[in-house]
């Protein structure tokens, strides 16, 4: 694949893009969980060029910023203004100064490019000889785009821009997709010639190929049958149209790799997400960034994960997570969220509404229920009671806890960190943790129950409770001590 490696590709990123009607520069907003100008980026790298360069402009400070974040090899250069494509070109090639070779160009907002497209450009481009090859697609309304004129035995004449075209012109429907691979040095010497002699009185890259035509060289065209891949983004509808089908075509890719999509439709998995074979995943769920899932594993409904890590055979229902990682066979669910640092171990469990961050909870341990466990650590085996809050913050400081293994903390239970719960020790229900346990021991802190006789025949006359505590108590206080004797004896 890296035979017909290029000296430079350059992405043309410059523009304003203004019907997106943003702050944010066009190429920065994402789709499959990358920006644009990142999937540009990706397919770029794919061919291996000695240099990356991507042309920046409006909003350049941002875009210069996320670019050293996700590839720091790039080199950028600077179009202070946006003369046209012929200019941002120019402008890129001083960032890969005298080479030669060839020199793909492609823009930054062409998110469903494929790397395979472009290898097949480049291959085509070396083969035929060519000076410059572009990769043109034939589309039902070609309005818009830049036409390709046609020349003898199947070369390109030149590229007429919509604006410029003639009623005739305008009939033809294969269109330029504004990527390009060209010889170094015919393209420095067409950029030097070509004008703004045109309707939008810009210097356009498109006139290169008709000059280099023009001095007898080879112009030709690769035309791909995949017209989605050569879409660009100027608004908001197509940035959600390209959306769907890169989604769409991420979905089918995992499916015929072995993961079952209930609803496609409503399932939104990122371009950088691992899915292993026999993964489900169920209606409404999103799975982004460096999330990962092994097999077996089933997801959703109703789940969104970030950077998570999901272990063989987890099941997780209704949750919003990231930055965690779950066990093999774990469960998480229905109605949990999982923050940052959360770690549960094979076997484990978080239940319904639990809040967990930066809590490692040990094989088989369980947090079943209506608990919020931050900055603890707990061990194998230990179960967490319904409703247990482990209050991590006192107001200035975050503290943590440690829960030991095949511990149990009873129900209700507030416990005041730091704090240490050693191996095999008890925390009645309804505590408030204020002191460190050691192994074997039960801990219990709570108000000692007392229990007042007659109160609500004296505090509560003529309502219901008193007539149902009238009639529990027909017989008088001897049934009472009965039932009482009998518990006592039978437990
Ligand atoms: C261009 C082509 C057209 C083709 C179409 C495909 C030209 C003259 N026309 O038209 O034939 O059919 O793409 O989508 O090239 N840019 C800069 N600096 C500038 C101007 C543009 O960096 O000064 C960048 C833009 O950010 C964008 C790309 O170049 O990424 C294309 O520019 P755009 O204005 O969208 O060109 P089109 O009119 O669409
Ligand atoms: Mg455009």
């Known amino acids: 694949m890296t035979s017909h490696r290029p000296a430079a590709v350059i992405i043309m990123a410059a523009g304003q893009g203004t019907r997106m009607k943003s702050a944010t520069p066009k190429v920065l907003h994402e789709i499959?969980?990358?920006?644009?100008?990142?999937?540009?980026?990706?397919?770029?790298?794919?061919?291996?060029?000695?240099?990356?360069?991507?042309?920046?402009?409006?909003?350049?400070?941002?875009?210069?910023?996320?670019?050293?974040?996700?590839?720091?090899?790039?080199?950028?250069?600077?179009?202070?203004?946006?003369?046209?494509?012929?200019d941002a070109v120019r402008v890129g090639l001083t960032a890969a100064p005298g080479i030669s070779g060839a020199v793909v160009v492609t823009s930054g907002d062409v998110p469903l490019l494929q790397a395979e497209t472009l290898h097949?450009?480049?291959?085509?481009?070396?083969?035929?000889?060519?000076?410059?090859?572009v990769l043109t697609a034939r589309v039902p309304d070609p309005t818009g785009y830049g036409r390709i004129i046609p020349g003898e035995g199947g070369s390109v004449a030149g590229i007429v821009e919509h604006k410029d075209a003639s009623p005739e012109q305008r009939q033809i429907d294969?269109?330029?997709?504004?990527?390009?691979?060209?010889?170094?040095?015919?393209?420095?010497?067409?950029?030097?010639?070509?004008t703004t002699d045109n309707a939008q009185g810009e210097l356009y890259l498109t006139d290169v190929l008709a000059i280099a035509k023009g001095d007898g060289k080879r112009v030709g065209a690769y035309v791909t049958e995949d017209a989605m891949q050569t879409e660009g983004v100027n608004d908001r509808v197509q940035l959600a149209t390209l959306r769907a089908e890169l989604n769409r075509r991420t979905l089918d890719t995992h499916m015929r790799a072995g993961v079952t999509v209930v609803d496609p439709d409503t399932t939104w998995v990122d371009q950088t997400v691992q899915l292993e074979q026999d993964v489900t995943l169920l209606p409404n769920t999103q799975l982004h960034g460096a999330t990962t899932v092994a097999s077996g594993a089933t997801i959703g409904p109703d789940t969104t994960l970030t950077d998570v890590q999901v272990g063989e055979g987890a099941t997780?229902?209704?949750?919003?997570?990231?930055?965690?990682?779950i066990g093999a066979n774990a469960s998480v669910g229905p109605f949990a969220y999982l923050r940052p640092g959360t770690a549960l171990g094979a076997n484990a469990?978080?239940?319904?509404?639990?809040?967990?961050?930066?809590?490692?909870?040990?094989?088989?341990?369980?947090?079943?229920?209506?608990?919020?466990?931050?900055?603890?650590?707990?061990?194998?085996?230990?179960?967490?009671?319904?409703?247990?809050?482990?209050?991590?913050?006192?107001?200035?400081?975050?503290?943590?806890?440690?829960?030991?293994?095949?511990?149990?903390?009873?129900?209700?239970?507030?416990?005041?960190?730091?704090?240490?719960?050693?191996?095999?020790?008890y925390i009645a229900a309804g505590t408030a943790l204020t002191e460190d346990v050691e192994p074997g021991e039960i801990a219990v802190a709570r108000g000692k129950q007392r229990n007042i006789a007659g109160w609500v025949a004296r505090k509560r006359?003529?309502?219901?409770?008193?007539?149902?505590?009238?009639?529990?108590?027909?017989?008088?206080?001897?049934?009472?001590?009965?039932?009482?004797?009998?518990?006592?004896?039978?437990?």
């Open 120 to 133: 097949e450009l480049v291959a085509e481009h070396d083969k035929s000889g060519n000076a410059v090859t």
């Open 461 to 491: 006359a003529g309502t219901k409770t008193a007539k149902a505590a009238a009639e529990a108590t027909k017989d008088g206080a001897q049934s009472d001590t009965g039932e009482k004797a009998q518990r006592e004896a039978g437990s």
């Open 32 to 86: 499959g969980g990358r920006s644009l100008v990142e999937h540009a980026v990706v397919t770029a790298r794919a061919l291996a060029p000695d240099y990356l360069v991507v042309v920046v402009g409006t909003g350049r400070e941002l875009v210069e910023a996320h670019l050293a974040e996700i590839d720091p090899d790039v080199r950028t250069a600077v179009q202070e203004q946006q003369l046209g494509t012929g």
């Open 349 to 425: 469990k978080i239940g319904t509404f639990v809040e967990t961050k930066n809590t490692s909870i040990a094989d088989g341990a369980k947090v079943p229920h209506l608990t919020y466990a931050g900055d603890a650590t707990i061990g194998e085996g230990a179960n967490i009671g319904a409703g247990t809050i482990f209050a991590n913050y006192d107001g200035v400081n975050k503290w943590p806890t440690t829960i030991g293994r095949h511990s149990f903390v009873g129900s209700n239970t507030v416990i005041v960190a730091p704090r240490t719960v050693a191996d095999g020790a």
């Open 174 to 194: 294969e269109i330029n997709a504004g990527i390009y691979v060209f010889d170094a040095e015919t393209l420095r010497d067409g950029l030097s010639r070509i």
């Open 316 to 325: 997780i229902i209704r949750c919003h997570g990231s930055g965690s990682v």
